[in-house]
């Protein structure tokens, strides 16, 4: 019987975190019916829904004991996965801690800090988020993984490390999970993975949370949130690669042009923590435009998507992204930049624009607004996460086997066959009006 220690912490209490305890829920069951035995970490923040995603399983659930700084050294962890003589960990988020005593696997949402490292940390930003501590500590590991060390040119410390123990942790994993063909192909291209040990277990959707509610409960919200007129929504981070501001700025510098009641609902508790959104309000005399939404809980979330004129996304770079999926689900319309992994993971059901057009980016929010943009999020057939469930169980069983090809038992669907997301070319191109 073998022992997977299977890790949903992540950063930040958002996609990334809905990702790993979605997985579990549904792995979770096909794990124990295949004769494993599982045992998962948490988040103290995730403790009741992990507990409630292996509900009946026998599934052990242990939260970390305290907060980790940027590397990954847990002490703590190392020690669980000797006591539970674990025969794999598996991450959904985490850089596994490089000094991890069992075979791994974890997952790798995407390289935007490799790919764009103007908009990661600098060395300076790094110490004042995190201390000049942990400064020190990126010094003293890179210093112990000199041979992975391929510095270029006016790299910063922070960025020198992070690329450094990618290498290194790439490596020496048994297997790696992409949520996209889009990460797969950067992490093959940049880090020089071998296809081979790529196995692709996409985002999905909850259609039982995820679906379109109806008058009442979208009356309901827009009372709430005092909501008289045609809303945006952005939903998430607001980490440099969602520019979360310019989209606030584009959309600020066009309301005249939008109905006088419009608004941008900001869903997420992380937007109202950007000073440069509220100077730009300020200035701009725009301050009543943004409605900062703060958490909301998954209920209100569907009927916010389901009264909502569109949900509005920037990013220049993503591996996937759940809150379009979770939009389109509720019959809400998304615009979303014209990249990679959003035309692989959003297919015709989005209308997308080129990241580097204000312009068009102005008037598909004006169209949306007043109603004219058309109906792309009827056609959207959301993958369901059963289906990513068994692909990790797949994936996992090839990484217990110790080969690529090794077979591992089928349950009740077989993850191979699993339905992909729209390939690249399935796509919505949009025009000026």
Same mark, same amino acid.
């Given at each position: 019987?073998?022992?997977?220690?299977?890790?949903?912490?992540?950063?930040?209490?958002?996609?990334?975190?809905?990702?790993?305890?979605?997985?579990?829920? /549904?792995?979770?069951?096909?794990?124990?019916?295949?004769?494993?035995?599982?045992?998962?970490?948490?988040?103290?923040?995730?403790?009741?829904?992990?507990?409630?995603?292996?509900?009946?399983?026998?599934?052990?659930?242990?939260?970390?004991?305290?907060?980790?700084?940027?590397?990954?050294?847990?002490?703590?962890?190392?020690?669980?996965?000797?006591?539970?003589?674990?025969?794999?960990?598996?991450?959904? $988020?985490?850089?596994?801690?490089? @000094?991890?005593?069992?075979?791994?696997?974890?997952?790798?949402?995407?390289?935007?800090?490799? &790919?764009?490292? !103007?908009?990661?940390?600098?060395?300076?930003?790094?110490?004042?988020?995190?201390?000049?501590?942990?400064?020190?500590?990126?010094?003293? !590991?890179?210093?112990?993984?000199?041979?992975?060390?391929?510095?270029?040119?006016?790299?910063?410390?922070?960025?020198?490390?992070?690329?450094?123990?990618? &290498?290194?942790?790439?490596?020496?994993?048994?297997?790696?999970?992409?949520?996209?063909?889009?990460?797969?192909?950067?992490?093959?291209?940049?880090?020089?993975?071998?296809?081979?040990?790529?196995?692709?277990?996409?985002?999905?959707?909850?259609?039982?949370?995820? $679906?379109?509610?109806?008058?009442?409960?979208?009356?309901?919200?827009?009372?709430?949130?005092?909501?008289?007129?045609?809303?945006?929504?952005?939903?998430?981070?607001?980490?440099?690669?969602?520019?979360?501001?310019?989209?606030?700025?584009?959309?600020?510098?066009?309301?005249?042009?939008?109905?006088?009641?419009?608004?941008?609902?900001?869903?997420?508790? $992380?937007?109202?923590?950007?000073?440069?959104?509220? @100077?730009?309000?300020?200035?701009?005399?725009?301050?009543?435009?943004?409605?900062?939404?703060?958490?909301?809980?998954?209920?209100?979330?569907?009927?916010?998507?389901?009264?909502?004129?569109?949900?509005?996304?920037?990013?220049?770079?993503?591996?996937?992204?759940?809150?379009?999926?979770?939009?389109?689900?509720?019959?809400?319309?998304?615009?979303?930049?014209?990249?990679?992994?959003?035309?692989?993971?959003?297919? &015709?059901?989005?209308?997308?624009?080129?990241?580097?057009?204000?312009?068009?980016?102005?008037?598909?929010? !004006?169209?949306?607004?007043?109603?004219?943009?058309?109906?792309?999020?009827?056609?959207?057939?959301?993958?369901?996460? &059963?289906?990513?469930?068994?692909?990790?169980? $797949?994936?996992?069983?090839?990484?217990?086997?110790?080969?690529?090809?090794?077979?591992?038992?089928?349950?009740?669907?077989?993850?191979?066959?699993?339905? /992909?997301?729209?390939?690249?070319?399935?796509?919505?191109?949009?025009?000026?009006?």
């Amino acid at each position: 019987m073998p022992t997977v220690v299977f890790d949903v912490r992540a950063n930040h209490d958002t996609g990334v975190s809905r990702y790993g305890l979605s997985l579990l829920a /549904t792995a979770a069951p096909l794990a124990v019916r295949a004769g494993w035995r599982l045992l998962s970490v948490a988040q103290p923040i995730q403790e009741e829904r992990a507990r409630a995603a292996t509900a009946g399983l026998g599934v052990p659930v242990v939260t970390c004991p305290h907060e980790e700084g940027f590397v990954r050294r847990a002490p703590w962890l190392r020690d669980l996965l000797v006591e539970q003589d674990a025969d794999l960990y598996f991450t959904s $988020h985490y850089l596994p801690d490089r @000094r991890c005593p069992v075979p791994f696997v974890f997952t790798i949402h995407d390289l935007t800090r490799l &790919r764009f490292p !103007e908009l990661s940390y600098s060395d300076a930003s790094f110490a004042e988020r995190f201390g000049v501590g942990e400064m020190d500590l990126l010094r003293r !590991e890179l210093a112990e993984l000199s041979a992975w060390d391929q510095s270029e040119d006016g790299d910063g410390l922070f960025t020198r490390y992070f690329r450094t123990i990618n &290498r290194h942790l790439v490596q020496r994993a048994e297997r790696l999970i992409t949520v996209s063909r889009s990460t797969a192909s950067d992490v093959a291209g940049i880090l020089g993975v071998d296809a081979a040990r790529l196995d692709l277990v996409p985002c999905a959707v909850d259609g039982g949370v995820f $679906h379109r509610r109806d008058v009442t409960a979208v009356q309901a919200v827009r009372r709430h949130y005092g909501l008289a007129g045609p809303y945006l929504m952005f939903v998430g981070l607001v980490h440099p690669n969602k520019r979360f501001p310019w989209l606030v700025e584009q959309l600020v510098r066009a309301r005249h042009r939008f109905p006088a009641d419009a608004r941008l609902v900001a869903v997420g508790g $992380h937007a109202e923590q950007t000073r440069e959104v509220h @100077r730009l309000l300020w200035r701009h005399d725009a301050t009543d435009f943004v409605v900062f939404a703060g958490r909301v809980c998954d209920g209100d979330l569907a009927a916010l998507y389901s009264g909502a004129a569109a949900l509005v996304t920037a990013s220049i770079n993503e591996g996937s992204s759940l809150p379009p999926m979770e939009a389109m689900a509720c019959g809400c319309q998304v615009i979303a930049t014209d990249i990679p992994a959003l035309r692989e993971s959003l297919g &015709r059901g989005a209308t997308l624009f080129d990241p580097a057009r204000a312009d068009q980016f102005a008037d598909l929010a !004006e169209a949306a607004l007043r109603g004219r943009l058309p109906d792309h999020a009827s056609i959207f057939r959301p993958l369901e996460w &059963r289906a990513s469930g068994h692909r990790l169980v $797949h994936a996992l069983g090839k990484a217990l086997a110790g080969t690529a090809g090794a077979a591992v038992e089928r349950t009740d669907a077989a993850p191979d066959c699993v339905t /992909t997301p729209t390939t690249p070319s399935g796509f919505v191109h949009s025009r000026p009006a």
